[in-house]
Each structure stands twice: as C-alpha cells, then as structure tokens.
C-alpha cells in the first residue's frame, strides 16, 4: 500500500515570500491532518479536513496561512507571506474517518525561511 | 484530550527490554492511550493503543495501570533501530477523525 506523499521535501525561501506544499494520502482515506513541527517539539495540528470539508482550524493561523482539499483527496497548505518563525517541518497525515484508529504520516516538508 | 507526562529523554541498551512510562492522571473514561514514534527525519509512525486492558502487538506492548492514570510501552529487545522520540496520547475516538494532540515525548536512545 503507498504511503501518505509530500511535496517538496525540502524548501528555502526568504521571509515575506509564499510557498505551498503538496499532499496526497493513502487512498480511501478521508480524514486529512496538517501539522507543523517546530525543532525539538512534537507535532502540532495546524488543521484537519473530512472528505473535503474542515473539521478544526482552531490553531491555523489564518491571517498567513491557508489550506484546501477541493476534490476530497489531495490538500494543499500556503504561507504567505513566510515568516522566520514558520521554519518548521510540515506534516501531512491521513486515516479513515470512522472505525480507524491509526493515522499515517508522510515523511514531510522541510521549510527554511532565511 | 488529557494531558500525559513523559520523562524527556531515556536509554537502553540493545538488547534488553525498553519500558517508556507515561502518566496520565487526568485520562476519562472513554480516553484511549495511544504509542507513536518518530525517528529521525520521518514522521511519526503508530505503535499501539489501548483502552484499559494490556495489549500486545509485533512491535510492543503496552500496560495499562487498573486506574488508568499511568501506562508503560515496552519494546521487549530493543535494537539501533529503535532510537526515536515516543510520544504517548490519550484521546477519545470520534466520529470526525482521530485528532491526535503531541507532547514532548520521550527520546530513547538505544546503545549498543
């Protein structure tokens, strides 16, 4: 079975600048997470879409970032504009939505922004 | 979801047993206890879970105090490949996903 995968695996810009990451989950999975992780921290929940609606965005912050899951499979996230604090490593995750109790993980998006 | 505690960091020698307590005093009734790992430059991989009776799985086990209120993940002969952060969850199983809230977690260290 493929795994969750996620694009690019690295990126470098500089602050003020946008940039997106890509996710595709395990197929037939409809819940879909995001998560930021800081160096040296656990992950933490930037948000979470069943199919193609959002269930929590509590601790997105939208006034720069943004995410969608138009079709209910692939998800895209956004920072824009990119600040230095938002180097971290982004996490896309996915399992099913009812029954399922274990969630997958890509191996993520390394951003540096300089 | 309740908050769980866990010492930040612990080794092991390769080999022997590696036993990764986690409290979790505050833990509801309908709260499971969840294991995930991250080893280095990857994500976080699921381990096992329980609810209050002791489970055993090909990668671990997981014991559950009668209270509730601790829990202990044992990887029975540890191996290198065991070096990673384990982190420990609890939380209710809903309908709308299974929304997992990390902490700090343990670093284990595997020595040979």
New interface residues.
């Given amino acids: 079975e493929a795994g969750?995968a996620q694009s690019p695996r690295y990126k470098i810009i500089e602050k003020r600048q946008s940039v997106a990451f890509w996710c595709n989950p395990i197929s037939g999975h409809a819940?879909l997470?995001w998560?930021q992780q800081i160096l040296g921290?656990?992950?933490?929940?930037l948000i979470?879409f069943?199919n193609n609606g959002v269930?929590?965005d509590s601790q997105l912050p939208k006034d720069r970032f943004s995410a969608e899951r138009l079709k209910g499979v692939d998800s895209t996230l956004k920072i824009q504009p990119a600040k230095l604090e938002d180097s971290a490593v982004y996490?896309c995750?996915s399992?099913f939505?009812?029954g399922?109790?274990?969630?997958?993980?890509?191996?993520?998006t390394r951003l540096t922004v300089v | 979801d309740a908050k769980t505690t866990q010492p930040p960091s612990m080794d092991c020698a390769e080999g022997r047993a590696a036993n990764l307590p986690c409290n979790h005093s505050t833990i509801s009734g309908n709260e499971?206890v969840?294991w995930y790992r991250q080893i280095h430059?990857?994500?976080?991989?699921?381990i096992i879970?329980g609810l209050k009776n002791n489970e055993t799985n090909e990668m671990a086990s997981l014991i559950i105090t009668e209270d509730r209120k601790s829990s202990t993940l044992i990887l029975p002969h540890a191996t290198l490949r065991d070096t990673a952060?384990y982190?420990c969850i609890v939380r209710v199983?809903n309908?709308?996903?299974?929304?997992?809230?990390?902490?700090?977690?343990t670093r284990l260290m595997v020595k040979p």
Avoid: C, I, R
């Avoid at chain 1, 399922?100 to 993520?108: D, K, L, R, S």
């Avoid at chain 2, 430059?41 to 699921?46: A, I």
């Fill in positions: 969750v819940t997470y998560y921290q656990g992950p933490k929940l979470q069943q269930v929590d996490l995750a399992s939505a009812t399922n109790t274990e969630a997958f993980f890509g191996q993520g | 499971y969840y430059s990857q994500g976080p991989q699921y879970h952060v982190y199983h309908n709308a996903g299974n929304m997992l809230t990390f902490g700090g977690g």
